[in-house]
């Protein structure tokens, strides 16, 4: 045990360096869930008030936060398939150590950038006057709730950096899913203004869960029976992803 | 101990319908450089691979100091140190960074990654580099760097896919250096190489590998020998009035001798192929002398790995590039 902590320790170090060293990566990450809420926001303010019926901004801020954590976690990958074309991981893979200390780093590191990214929206949004139902105790329930969502996110970005065999495969895979997943949930509107169709796909969309459990918090209050559906069904996507990947990676990285 | 550190007994691996390896066996003996030599696509990474537990193996056997790859991994990779062909080095890293997570990952104790971090460094010329971000060293730096890692945990065995690909001549020669004294300090180290002078200078024992299999394996000077087939060149002065008789003269006398194979003459140049250099040499002279030829210069040369190759394979080493690259 010891030794596992040390080796995955020792790569999520190597991750968290990475962050530090290239600030303008964080904030060319942050720009756009703070353009959506601010600018946005503002702008459709008033058209928006059929269904927020008061500030479309705190309406704004869980889809923000659920696309920031989604976005960030989707790429997570991303650096492990560079390392896999660089030779980088085949030299960690002939190191004695254990492959899941691999995972458990970038995992921990992913869900790291989107804790802090999603506190630094949450704080920006708080200074401009975004007014959150639940208070303090519910802006850190917010947090949670994105990083419940970022979990599984992230083991479907590390499936994917295993079985691609190429980066340009994950950024075109990131490229259409990101935008439709977004729009196929509660993000920015709610679901019952979504055509059928669309509705539908949005229902089974994780996404749409973490939106409306946080935008309860946000608006209305502790509602028991949202949050508490919502915790099941993101508990479930969770575990569900878990699963394949423990099944997919344990296969790829034999 | 086992003197033996590699043991493969018939390696078998295919991709599909491509026979990566087609049977393959070698020992390498504790404290030797052994390479594998042959061109791009021979089969030398899938032997890599399977040496550092990176691939399966379809059949065959491949032990390390007595520990087999596909029933005992994990012991293999503590004693193996594998620097593979591509930098492997992180940019945003620096070199003490480096040394630290590598340091992790091999278990050490604190105070023995110290000493061997400031050992290496110095060894490899990066000493007073350690606190640089690794995006600012040049290509050279890298590698050692990498070479640096793959040692600090002192490994039984260090195996190095193309040493010295794409390196500048006095980097090469440091690396040559560095793996020599790996060699001396009794490490083994096995090597794959597309190059016939590192092959040449840098190990004890050579495999030529090709199209899968294993086409000739001895020291390199036991390999140029089988050939027998030294040439010795003697070239006649020009302005002399009667080089061109003196020299059909000479080739004519050697020609009966028993050490030579062949005699060709091109110009002014006579060249002569010879069993035993050291024996040949003092009958030719001794001819040119009793026939008075105007010897104008006189050199010889020992075939090199690209004719040992070619040999063996029946085909030149830069056409099994070409098949297979």
Not at chain 1, 122 to 134: D, E, H, K, P, V
Request: glycine content about 8%.
């Amino acid at each position: 045990m010891g030794d596992f902590l040390r080796e995955t320790k020792a790569q999520l170090v190597r991750w968290l360096i990475h962050t530090r060293r290239e600030p303008f990566s964080m904030a060319f990450n942050l720009l756009n869930p703070v353009i959506l809420l601010i600018f946005m926001g503002g702008a459709f303010q008033s058209l928006a008030k059929d269904f927020t019926g008061g500030d479309y901004r705190a309406y704004l801020l869980p889809g923000v936060l659920a696309l920031t954590a989604f976005g960030n976690s989707m790429a997570g990958g991303i650096p492990l398939l560079f390392d896999k074309e660089n030779g980088f991981l085949l030299r960690l893979m002939s190191a004695p150590i254990s492959r899941a200390s691999i995972l458990l780093a970038r995992f921990l590191a992913v869900n790291l950038n989107t804790l802090l990214q999603c506190a630094l929206i949450l704080i920006l949004g708080l200074l401009f006057g975004i007014q959150i139902a639940t208070g303090l105790t519910g802006a850190v329930a917010l947090l949670f709730i994105s990083l419940l969502l970022g979990f599984g996110v992230t083991i479907v970005s590390l499936i994917l950096a295993f079985v691609l065999e190429n980066h340009g495969d994950f950024f075109a895979i990131l490229g259409i899913t990101a935008l439709p997943l977004t729009f196929l949930s509660s993000a920015f509107v709610p679901l019952e203004s979504l055509p059928g169709w669309m509705r539908l796909l949005a229902q089974v969309n994780p996404m749409t869960y973490a939106v409306d459990g946080m935008r309860t918090l946000a608006l209305v209050g502790w509602n028991g029976s949202v949050l508490a559906h919502m915790a099941i069904v993101l508990v479930i996507f969770d575990v569900a992803m878990f699963w394949v990947g423990n099944r997919v990676l344990r296969r790829h990285m034999a | 101990m086992d003197p033996v550190i590699v043991r493969v007994v018939s390696l078998k691996k295919s991709y599909g319908p491509v026979r990566a390896l087609d049977g393959i066996s070698f020992e390498v003996g504790r404290g030797r450089i052994f390479g594998l030599l042959g061109p791009n696509g021979a089969g030398k990474t899938t032997a890599v691979r399977i040496l550092t537990t990176l691939t399966r193996p379809d059949d065959g056997t491949a032990e390390i100091a007595g520990a087999d790859v596909l029933a005992n991994p994990a012991k293999v990779r503590s004693l193996i140190g594998y620097v593979p062909q591509e930098l492997t080095v992180d940019p945003y890293l620096t070199a003490a960074e480096h040394l630290r997570y590598y340091a992790d990952l091999y278990h050490l104790a604190g105070a023995a990654w110290e000493t061997r971090t400031r050992e290496l460094l110095a060894l490899l010329g990066l000493a007073g580099q350690e606190g640089r971000r690794v995006r600012h060293f040049s290509g050279g730096m890298k590698k050692k760097l990498d070479l640096a890692c793959g040692f600090l945990h002192r490994p039984p065995l260090m195996v190095l896919d193309e040493p010295s690909l794409g390196l500048d001549v006095q980097v090469r020669h440091d690396v040559w250096r560095y793996i020599e004294q790996l060699r001396d300090q009794g490490t083994t180290v096995f090597l794959c190489t597309n190059y016939m002078d590192e092959a040449e200078r840098l190990c004890d024992e050579v495999a030529i590998i090709d199209r899968g299999r294993i086409a000739a394996l001895g020291t390199p000077a036991a390999l140029r020998s089988n050939l027998k087939r030294d040439v010795i060149s003697v070239e006649v002065s020009a302005s002399h009035d009667h080089h061109a008789e003196k020299l059909a003269a000479l080739e004519r006398a050697v020609a009966g001798l028993d050490l030579v194979r062949e005699t060709m003459k091109d110009g002014t140049q006579l060249k002569i192929y010879v069993e035993q250099n050291e024996l040949a040499l003092p009958q030719i002279l001794s001819s040119a002398a009793a026939l008075s030829v105007p010897i104008h210069a006189i050199s010889y040369s020992r075939p090199g790995l690209d004719e040992v190759f070619l040999h063996y394979t029946g085909h030149s080493f830069a056409e099994g590039n070409e098949h297979h690259g």
